[in-house]
């Protein structure tokens, strides 16, 4: 799995217009390396490699964290200090959410097979989207990951298209430019380009905020 740092073109509730955001990648591959901050050297992590299949929802927010209510502001953004706090320390030993920091410097967020497998506690992707994360780039999910995604309305789970483990071929630290009007993730250091599945009748749920803002724009839910 990688947190990528990118320029991202993005639309709906979250940008109005399509702006550059810079953003930044945290891989669990050996070698890999993880930029913590602007002007900061790239850290080489440990020589070992943390298994990119599977991220499992205990993973990206612990148990003991759910008591935090995210319709709560300050306990929303506390959420999102914790995100991915799950992953092993020895092998992460730079952290997503920096220590002492309620948001991350990585909102684009790549991950292998079956990302967000595991229970389905609503809180993973509404910790990663507290945290700052906007976009997870993964080969594919648990099924209830990525509904419970489109349900907050809090990320963009885009998944790829033609198979590439692309966890594999790009570093923490690279940029990367993500559009999800053409259905693309570019790495800029190279130029490569990897097409994304469209998110389809998802993709407009997401933009409104999640279900019930969606379900209110048009016209399903009355509001007073």
């Not at 979250?14 to 891989?27: A, D, N």
């Not at 989207?129 to 907050?152: H, K, L, P």
């Not at 966890?167 to 259905?183: A, Q």
């Amino acid at each position: 799995m990688l947190f990528c740092s990118t320029c991202a073109k993005k639309r709906g509730r979250r940008e109005e217009k399509k702006r550059e955001e810079e953003k930044r990648i945290f891989s669990s591959e050996g070698g890999a390396r993880f930029s913590a901050a602007e002007n900061t050297p790239p850290q080489p992590l440990p020589k070992k490699k943390l298994e990119q299949q599977n991220i499992d929802t205990d993973q990206i927010i612990p148990a003991e964290y759910l008591t935090l209510v995210p319709s709560k502001p300050d306990e929303y953004e506390k959420l999102g200090s914790y995100a991915l706090i799950g992953l092993p320390e020895h092998l992460y030993p730079t952290r997503f959410v920096a220590d002492g920091k309620m948001k991350t410097d990585y909102p684009v967020v790549i991950g292998g097979d079956n990302f967000g497998c595991g229970s389905s506690r609503e809180h993973a992707p509404v910790a990663m989207g507290a945290a700052g994360a906007r976009v997870v780039v993964a080969e594919s999910y648990a099924r209830i990951f990525f509904r419970n995604c489109v349900a907050t309305g809090e990320l963009y789970p885009s998944e790829l298209a033609d198979g590439v483990r692309i966890c594999d071929e790009l570093e923490t630290g690279e940029e990367v430019e993500v559009d999800l009007e053409k259905d693309t993730l570019t790495a800029l250091s190279s130029g490569r380009v990897y097409p994304l599945k469209p998110l389809g009748d998802a993709g407009p749920v997401i933009d409104a905020g999640g279900i019930f803002e969606f379900a209110r724009r048009q016209g399903m839910i009355k509001t007073v």
